[in-house]
């Protein structure tokens, strides 16, 4: 194939002309992706809040526009590259990574034709010559092969000739007894479901195209099969976050079928996190996820109520009676409220009419983050004398400037709210600049509630209340395994396949921070 060059003009000037606005189409192109992820950030916070069809659509508008877009930037013109190499740049040309050395690797030998094997006795096709190997080229090509196979247990029947005794090896215990399906089948079908987002219906339209007649049915019959027998793992694991100093909270609605009047009742999902990683502890994180067809406050006191330290939340009501300051207290927890609630506040408002005074906040607020930054990691003390001489005399001056400025504005205004709203919770607002054991937000519980908004449409087809505690469990599994750096998938197929003949008074031993493959274990015993 010709160059591209050859068809480039030979002026000069003509070609820095053509430079000139072939880089000033991919400024453009950049200008646009930027501004349609700012879009895209701002739908998604609000589907965050509140669903509904017309802004899921949006957003799909926008993602389909953002990659065509980056499509168009990713292929750049003939002519930019011809003219004036760019430098390498990351972001737009992300270096190739090699193939995964995990993967099984199958060869296939392409010999020039005539030349059927490495057997070169034959003669060069041109002049009848010796044929020698000079070497080879290798390209590797990443390749998807069918999902399923088939496992085929062989039990042979021993009889002893003399006395006529049968012996036969006991059958491998499976996850769902009597089932068919082996234990990485189900892991698949759970992680599809609760991490990937993917309902039972569409995985069974799946599985069909490969051959595999699965009905909805069954795979929710799996789905309650698994989430019975993984229970007390999910159990241990709520032990283990409760036993924190410290908790994130939060909770999210799902939609679920009311039996008998074909419509949906709205439950909801809570989360706990624990989690020592930002201020260098050593505990393993957890997350532990609950299901309750309301939001009664006795639904998070009961959760709660053998769990005494410090409460990372937003401001819900619910959480009030568990307070140690408060009237009826139940348990010693400790309010830390959440700076991202207040920053999203101003944020809204400054993104609805570019107000000054919402932006100052907005500043200042933002100080207190970059505070933040410097000791994320560190251990709890160096934490505590970083905030006492940075985030203390800020946290002074936001105070004295909030009360200045709501004191000129109408008390009906937005602007009033949301100071009033931060004013309101100041104690516990500012309680993380004197414990270097806590964060500035809640925002690890917030993450941990991001796949549930995410996937929220499943829950159109639970059925009932018990199709909630049983995502609850399988949640809890998933999320925790991905805290600790575990693929999920792989986790759970190795769980399962051991946690039916597993000691109930060893369960803590498949946890996901003390889990080891087989193998693993052997290796550590040697």
Known sequence: MASASADLPDDVATLQALLIAARAQSAAHLLMIEKLKAQLAKLRRMQFGQSSEKLDAAILQLELALEDVEEGTAARTVLERAVMPAAPDARQHPVRRP??????????????????????????????????????????????????????HIRPKIVCRQCEAIVQAPMPSLPIERGRPGPGLLAHVLVAKYADHL???????????????????????????????????????????????????????????????GKTATGRLWVYVRDERPHAGDAAPAVLYRYTPDRKGIRPQGHLQGFAGYLHADGYAGFDKLYADS??????????ACWAHVWRKFFDIHQSNASP?????LRRIGELYQVEDAVRGRPPDERRRSRQEHALPRLADLRSWLDATLSKLSGKSELAKAIRYGLSRWPALTRYADHGGLEIDNNAAERAIRPL???????????????????????????????NGLDPQAYLRDVLARIGEHPINRIGELVPWNWQTPREAVMLAA
């Open 99 to 152: 193939l995964p050395d995990h993967l099984p690797r199958e060869e296939v030998i392409h010999w020039p034709v005539g030349i059927a094997s490495d057997d070169l006795g034959c003669g060069c096709l041109a002049c009848g010559g010796q044929l020698r190997r000079l070497g080879q080229d290798e390209t590797e090509v990443l390749e998807r092969v069918t999902l399923f196979k088939v496992i085929r």
């Open 199 to 261: 309902p039972l219906y569409r995985q069974s339209e799946i599985y069909a195209r490969e051959g595999v007649e699965l009905d909805r049915s069954t795979l929710a019959d799996w789905v309650g099969s698994a989430a019975a027998l993984l229970t007390p793992l999910a159990e241990a694991i709520g032990k283990h976050a409760m036993a924190g100093p410290a908790l994130y909270a939060d909770d999210t609605p799902v939609p679920v079928l009311a039996p008998g009047f």
């Open 327 to 336: 009237p009826g207290k139940r348990t010693a927890i400790t309010e830390v």
């Open 357 to 361: 005074v919402a932006a100052e906040a």
């Open 453 to 483: 908004a995410i996937g929220r449409k499943n829950w159109l087809f639970a059925g009932s209340d018990s199709g909630g505690e049983r995502a609850a469990v399988i949640y809890t599994l998933i999320e925790t395994a991905k805290l």
